[in-house]
Structure formats: C-alpha cells, structure tokens
C-alpha cells in the first residue's frame, strides 16, 4: 500500500489579497501560516513519513520546508516541477475581482466547471496538462514493488492539487469542483493497493487540526 498526504501551501499575502498566484506568480507565506504548518505537523507526527515532495515555488517549498523541521528534520525532502500550480497565464497576480469583470467564463469555468475551461483565452495552462504532468508523478511514485507501506507527502498549490487528487482517482472533468475547493495547509489522504492504477479517498481538505476557523480567502 503506498499512502499520499497532499498538502496544499500555507496561506499567502495574495491568497490573503484575492490575487492568483499561478506557476509564475509568489507571495510571502502570512506569519500566522508557519503556526498553521507547525498544527499540521503535530497531527502527522504519529505517521511514518519516507519523504516530501515538494512544488519549487517558494509558497509551497517553505512550507514543505517548515514542516519538514517540525517533524523532526530528518525526512528526505525533494523538489520537483511537476508539482507546480496552474500556469494563469494573463491572471497571474491580478485580484479575482478584477478577472471575474474581464474574463467571466473563463474564471466561472475554472471555479465549477473546468470542462468549459479554454485556457488558451488567458494563456494559461489547460487542466489535462495539469493532470497529465502531476499524475504521471504520483503514479511514478506508487510504482515500484515494495513490500512494504510507503508514505509521501506532496506539498503543492489548490488548484493543481485538485486536478492532482481528481484525476488519481478519476473523477470526471464536468465533476472536479464537486467537492470544492482546498484550503491552505489543509491535508488530503489518498491510498493506492496497486502500485498507482486506482487510488481511494480517505479524506478531502481535512482542516480540523488548525488552531483556527477557515475563511473565504482560504480556498480555491
């Protein structure tokens, strides 16, 4: 059985803002988010752990970073670009209001239903190439034939994470948003028994271990 934790980063200034961050936009992990990243390590600390991964966007890496250390410092902690969120193209670093007025069938589209979703008006990055890059990842990941449990971690962004997590266990594009969102630091468990063709859902957008209420500006 190989286990995967995906974390989504801890809040940022932009998340904060109602700004789209993207593969090529960043802020500032918010100071409250590295207590936020020490509560989740503190439910997973009874967990064995054989390694993060981690998006190399700063957002996502001080967060798998910061974790990492309140866990103890001593899991193997990996970065890969596979990881990364949405290219946003044009809506990088602009306000969702902003984006709603200008590209409304575009931002609804992405928010509920992605299989109306033309990325090529924004210059973005469309959801099958979300979900072909981190699936090939994950299931690269649950492949090998261990004996053995294999834990992961997987630190990366809302978006991405959702096409991640929905396309692992095949969802319909129609139905990505079914679930809703994801909010920062929030965990979601999947399980896979065959080495990567199926997986399970144990958990969506857990955040019960958080010393704090989610607001709107949590989640996408």
Do not use: C
Request: aromatic letters at 10%; a neutral charge.
């Amino acid at each position: 059985m190989t286990r995967f934790y995906f974390v989504r980063h801890g809040k940022t200034v932009w998340n904060l803002e109602g700004r789209y961050q993207g593969a090529r936009g960043d802020s500032p992990l918010l100071p409250e988010s590295y207590q936020d990243i020490k509560s989740l390590a503190q439910f997973l600390r009874p967990q064995h752990i054989d390694w993060i991964y981690s998006s190399p966007i700063k957002r996502a890496y001080l967060t798998a970073q910061t974790l990492d250390q309140a866990l103890g410092g001593d899991i193997p902690l990996s970065t890969n670009a596979a990881l990364k969120e949405f290219d946003l193209g044009i809506m990088e670093g602009q306000k969702f209001s902003v984006m709603e007025q200008k590209y409304p069938q575009e931002v609804w589209a992405f928010r509920h239903d992605p299989s109306q979703y033309d990325a090529t008006s924004i210059q973005g990055e469309s959801f099958e190439s979300v979900v072909h890059r981190t699936n090939d990842f994950i299931k690269g990941l649950a492949r090998p034939l261990a004996a053995q449990t294999q834990v992961f971690i997987i630190v990366s962004h809302g978006a991405a994470s959702v096409a991640m997590i929905k396309g692992l266990l095949k969802v319909p594009l129609h139905n990505f948003r079914d679930q809703g969102g994801l909010a920062n630091t929030s965990l979601t468990t999947l399980d896979t028994y065959d080495h990567g063709q199926s997986f399970q859902l144990i958990k969506w957008n857990d955040t019960s271990f958080l010393q704090r209420p989610t607001t709107q500006t949590d989640t996408i």
